[in-house]
């Protein structure tokens, strides 16, 4: 399908050449809706199959995780294949690492809550509001998809590289462990996770104010790369937040020669995004309540995959900005929490 071209972040192993990025996530993850929806209604393939079929399902990723990881063209096998080889793995045009990311994981996840949605449906007749709740996973989906322009700038594009901890984790990780909320509720009777009204909207803003923090500091950082690269004009995609592109940003100019911002949400602590992204991992938990710890699985590996990943961050841009990064933390002082860590 045709897309947006995005240039990415100059790449030194490339003697800082920029790559070209082919940003047709959205349109592909539409017609995937789309041809889901028509199948489901015409009685062609029953929508239910995808959770019921789970094990089966998780089985295949888990060994095609396995598999697409070894890579025969390694020098150190134990670290090449865990940590990979190849920044910028390609197949034509098509970057392999944003395929992973866009095209794989996100849309078994939302697969898979719609699934449960209308396996709940069959066996009961009607859905719970835990359903609906579970269903606004479809915003990570939609925020890869309408802001894959967004993703060459990250770390993951940027620093990560092509082996078993990003393949994995995108082909069974991410969509196999983020639901086991949803495998829960396939499994038991909706008493046993029922909570009342106010809960339910205290549940559902908490959700909605994490993702919008989320979606808003994932766009801003990423605006800020391509406006120190003279791009001005952003993809204008649906839906777009308010307060995703920062006018006007303060940063502070490195004798590296990067930019760190602070402005915006990242004035007030490092890491908004991934304090956002953890809350909304702690919600889809938390909405099973106590019933079982199984779903709170998603939200423990998370924190201590953000805590290290934040450990390596931190201590690479010390030894990288030295002196500039002492000033960056005397202004954005906290890690996480603002006011408190």
């Known amino acids: 399908m045709p897309g947006y ?5 100059p790449v030194p192993s490339l003697g800082y050449k920029t ?3 082919n940003c047709n996530a959205l349109y592909s993850l539409y017609a995937t809706m789309l041809t889901a929806a028509a199948l489901h209604y015409y009685h062609i393939f029953r929508l239910a199959e995808i959770i019921d079929n789970y094990g089966h399902i998780m089985s295949v990723a888990m060994i095609y995780g396995f598999a697409v990881s070894f890579d025969p063209h390694v020098g150190n096998f134990i670290y090449d294949v865990f940590m990979g080889a190849c920044l910028n793995p390609r197949i034509g045009s098509v970057d392999l690492k944003m395929w992973a990311e866009v095209r794989i994981p996100w849309v078994i996840v939302f697969s898979l809550a719609v699934s449960g949605g209308c396996h709940q449906y069959e066996q009961y007749g009607y859905v719970t509001p835990v359903r609906p709740f579970l269903k606004t996973c479809v915003p990570d989906p939609i925020f890869s998809a309408k802001g894959e322009e967004c993703i060459p700038q990250t770390w993951d594009m940027y620093h990560e590289k092509w082996g078993f901890m ?3 984790w995108n082909f069974a990780g991410v969509p196999f462990t983020y639901v086991y909320s949803v495998v829960y509720m396939a499994s038991h009777d909706p008493s046993n996770y029922q ?7 205290v549940l559902f803003t908490t959700l909605l104010t994490a993702y919008y923090i989320w979606d808003t500091s994932m766009s801003q950082k990423s605006r800020f790369k391509m406006q120190t690269q003279g791009i001005t004009t952003f993809r204008n995609t ?3 937040l308010p307060g995703g592109t920062l006018k006007k940003p303060e940063f502070i100019q490195t004798a590296h020669g ?8 990242w004035r007030y ?4 995004n991934y304090v956002a992204d953890w809350t909304m991992s702690f919600c889809w938990g938390v909405v099973i309540g106590s019933a079982t710890i199984i779903p709170y699985f998603y939200s423990v590996f998370f924190i201590t995959v953000l805590i290290h990943r934040c450990g390596r961050d931190f201590e690479r841009c010390s030894i990288k900005y030295g ?13 996480f929490i603002p006011g408190i860590y």
């Open 5 to 9: 071209q995005q240039e990415g972040l």
């Open 19 to 21: 790559l070209m990025y």
């Open 166 to 168: 990003v393949i994995f």
């Open 195 to 201: 909570f009342s009204t106010p809960t339910y909207v």
């Open 238 to 240: 649906f839906p777009q």
């Open 258 to 265: 990067n930019r760190l911002l602070i402005s915006g949400w």
């Open 269 to 272: 602590f490092r890491k908004p």
């Open 323 to 335: 002196k500039d990064w002492e000033r960056y933390c005397s202004i954005v002082r906290y890690k």
